[in-house]
């Protein structure tokens, strides 16, 4: 493990060396045309966020049957749709992370549709738990979260872990390791850093032994 710590703290450290390298090779030129092409796209990102606001993005809202459901997929490159019944329970503790997470993802639509209202859509799509949470990419469904198996088949999951699980179908915007859960991202990195200091400790412990001979 010693040396595998190792090996990940010393590739991290030539990445940031080769980047730092790039940096300072680049003229006033090559910093301009980046700033202004980092200024193009903060315009385009802005003007791309008032058109997702309009078409209903931002907010975790309910709709009203089956027909809307394909107005909504249409109009919207990413959906995340909660299939729900009003005498399920699991289905409010679903509601509450849904309505958090349409805030943070305002470039995914975020919505709610009850199964009694939808029962051809509920056949076709062969949803027989509640709650489940239908994935939507381009008007395809790509993934389905069915009950909270994928949450750590418990009511208190984190709102984190249900933003990870939707994120493995790519239909929100994810910085984090798609490979493993947030809880055991976390431990990974506080394992790479406790490494990159004890490698740095040794490093400073030799070069104290060598100033002393």
């Not at 980047?19 to 680049?26: K, N």
């Not at 329970?89 to 919505?111: G, N, Q, S, W, Y």
Request: proline share 2%; hydrophobic share 35%; net charge neutral.
């Amino acid at each position: 493990m010693e040396q595998v710590l190792k090996h990940v703290a010393q590739t991290v450290e030539k990445q940031l060396d080769s980047e730092l390298e790039r940096l300072d090779t680049l003229d006033s030129n090559d910093l301009e045309a980046i700033r202004q092409q980092r200024i193009a796209e903060m315009k385009k990102r802005a003007q791309q966020k008032q058109e997702w606001i309009a078409n209903g993005h931002g907010e975790y809202t309910e709709i009203d049957g089956e027909k809307e459901f394909f107005v909504v997929c249409n109009k919207s490159d990413n959906v995340v749709c909660h299939f729900y019944r009003a005498d399920t329970p699991r289905c409010r503790i679903v509601d509450m992370h849904l309505k958090m997470l349409a805030k943070k993802h305002v470039e995914t639509r975020f919505v709610k549709l009850d199964v009694e209202r939808a029962p051809f859509l509920t056949n076709r799509l062969k949803i027989r738990v509640i709650p489940t949470i239908g994935l939507v990419k381009q008007n395809k469904t790509k993934d389905f979260i069915v009950g909270f198996t994928d949450l750590g088949n418990c009511d208190d999951f984190s709102t984190e872990v249900l933003e990870w699980r939707i994120a493995r179908a790519d239909v929100i915007e994810y910085s984090g390791d798609l490979l493993v859960p947030p809880a055991e991202a976390r431990k990974q990195r506080a394992l790479t850093v406790q490494g990159k200091k004890t490698i740095r400790g040794r490093q400073d412990s030799d070069s104290d032994l060598e100033l002393s001979d």
